[in-house]
């Protein structure tokens, strides 16, 4: 099977990703992930939303992916240890030196791209160390995915979706040069999106900027190279971003699995979030192509263009529509001018609409859609639900029974003895009323589902505190079924006999120098004769 992977930050957009179809999801804690500006997810409720995509048939991938002083160990080996208890299907790891912590447990080892593994090499070396999964480096070619396939037995994921950094996967230290916060401990202030000279230009241009990557047109050829899992790149972007990239690439994947033929929305893609109207990256295009130096944040779709000005307003012509609470982007000759959110718009013609605003812009400027309210109240307030299916069997003088199914799972219930009603028994309509009852459980129902196994010439006496109680008893089982069901059929791993991590008591110099930072306040520095502990390039 090939996974979609989508990106996490927030707990609606966990539920897009499961409305749209993701295979698994890659979330992190409030410390430790490379996505320490995201909403992220906390030690006290990372349990119930594993269950709850455990529910939903999905996996949760957590991240630990930054670097580990060595003051903050006893922190860290708590935070694994409660994600490990809260039975996640997989640990995202970019520090070696904290293996022991996460060998504890028998969850597979995911290596980060932070690790920078790029070939064979590299990952022969994760493979050795225990590890099941390379997350390669966005710069890996496909020569030598195909090498690592072949030549390991590590499953291989790969960015298909989302922001590109300038630097080699994981190793830009720009951020904490300029600003002392650190990319390798998840505060990134992204200075490659900032303005800057050349010798070749005194302009002002966003020069380290790239473009996205999209290689929803590649899935095909990564599958054959021998790729497991798409990655999509998004832990800090809204849920509607993560709803419409998964529901696009869900169906790129299905249609190579399936011989499916469903059309891609090349603009629901755009409209989602886009920067320099995309790259194919590395494997496809050069350096020159990738970078982006006129705009560095999203320029969504274009739509149409600035034809006049109306009454206070912007006449637009625009066949693709544009309404109240959109967001829009004016740009001339690629470069941005300015943009903001419409709050008032009629249309003027078939394909002309006026916008109110005071702003001017020049005659002929493209008008791109950055934000579409609809898209976004959609994902907003989207909730994904499993259909649930009750049988409900009752005859006078013996215990009701209700079955409750999901999908190949099932659970029966009893309840109490039957008693013969006064007048009019009860029906179809009537017990429907109380089984549909689910409130915000994730479960639906709908009358169709319901079948009455009874007497027809029988009137059933069925009290509604007794249905609506074997109802809710039955959904309570079928609940913890399917998560039962989703643990026990879990990959697992044994680490025993693997390779060991060297450490720095290990680690003898031989006619060579070793260079280190420290960090000390002024009435501890010393020189240091011999490092017993590892050290931590932050």
Not at 183 to 209: I, T, V, W
Not at 263 to 292: M, P, Q, V
Not at 328 to 337: A, F, P, S, W
Request: charged share 30%; glycine share 8%; hydrophobic share 35%.
């Amino acid at each position: 099977m090939l996974e979609v992977l989508a990106p996490i930050g927030s707990i609606q957009a966990l539920r897009a990703a499961i409305n749209a179809g993701a295979d698994a999801v890659y979330l992190g804690l409030e410390l430790f992930n490379a996505r320490i500006k995201a909403d992220n997810f906390t030690k006290d409720n990372i349990r119930q939303y594993v269950e709850y995509c455990h529910l939903f048939g999905v996996k949760v991938y957590v991240t630990f992916n930054t670097s580990i002083k060595n003051s903050e160990m006893q922190i860290f080996e708590k935070y694994v240890d409660i994600a490990a208890k809260a039975n996640v299907d997989a640990f995202i790891v970019t520090d070696l030196g904290t293996l022991n912590i996460f060998k504890k447990y028998d969850i597979p080892l995911h290596g980060s791209t932070q690790i920078g593994v790029h070939n064979l090499a590299g990952a022969k070396v994760l493979e050795e160390l225990g590890f099941s999964r390379v997350v390669l480096a966005r710069e890996t070619l496909l020569e030598d995915i195909v090498k690592i396939k072949k030549n390991t037995r590590l499953e291989i994921e790969y960015f298909v979706h989302g922001a590109l950094c300038v630097c080699f996967s994981g190793s830009c230290l720009m951020s904490s040069m300029m600003s002392g916060d650190s990319g390798n401990r998840g505060r990134c202030n992204q200075p490659c999106r900032l303005k800057y000279s050349s010798s070749f230009s005194d302009e002002e241009k966003y020069l380290l900027s790239p473009k996205d990557q999209c290689l929803i047109d590649k899935v095909e050829e990564l599958y054959r190279a021998g790729v497991d899992s798409l990655k999509i790149e998004g832990r800090l972007k809204q849920a509607h971003y993560v709803g419409n990239v998964v529901g696009e690439y869900r169906k790129a994947v299905d249609n190579i699995l399936f011989d499916k033929k469903d059309k891609i929305d090349y603009s629901a893609l755009k409209r989602a979030y886009n920067r320099g109207n995309f790259t194919n990256g590395y494997n496809y295009e050069n350096s020159k192509e990738i970078i982006y130096d006129k705009v560095n944040g999203n320029i969504g779709e274009e739509i149409g263009e600035i034809v006049g000005y109306y009454s206070g307003g912007l006449k637009i012509k625009s066949n693709s529509g544009l309404n109240t609470g959109d967001g829009v982007k004016i740009i001339r000759n690629g470069k941005e001018l300015g943009g903001f959110s419409i709050n008032c718009i009629k249309r003027y013609a078939s394909d002309e609409y006026i916008v109110e605003t005071t702003r001017k812009f020049e005659i002929g400027s493209k008008v791109c859609l950055t934000s579409e309210k609809s898209q976004v109240d959609r994902y907003n307030t989207i909730c994904p639900k499993l259909s649930i299916k009750f049988i409900l069997t009752s005859f006078i003088g013996k215990k009701m029974t209700l079955k409750a199914i999901c999908g190949d799972t099932e659970v029966e219930v009893q309840g109490d003895l039957v008693d013969q009603a006064r007048s009019y028994g009860a029906t179809k309509e009537s017990i429907a009323e109380q089984l549909l009852r689910l409130g915000d459980s994730e479960f639906s129902s709908s009358i169709d589902d319901i079948d009455f196994i009874r007497n027809e010439e029988e009137h059933c006496f069925i009290p509604q505190s007794k249905l609506n109680s074997i109802r809710r008893d039955a959904v309570e089982n079928l609940r913890n079924k399917i998560i039962a069901d989703f643990e026990n059929k879990k990959d697992r791993v044994v680490y025993e006999g693997v390779k060991s991590i060297l450490n720095s008591s290990n680690l003898t110099l031989e006619g060579g120098k070793l260079f280190v930072e420290i960090d000390a306040d002024e009435q501890s520095v010393k020189v240091v004769e011999v490092i017993e502990s590892k050290i931590n390039l932050c």
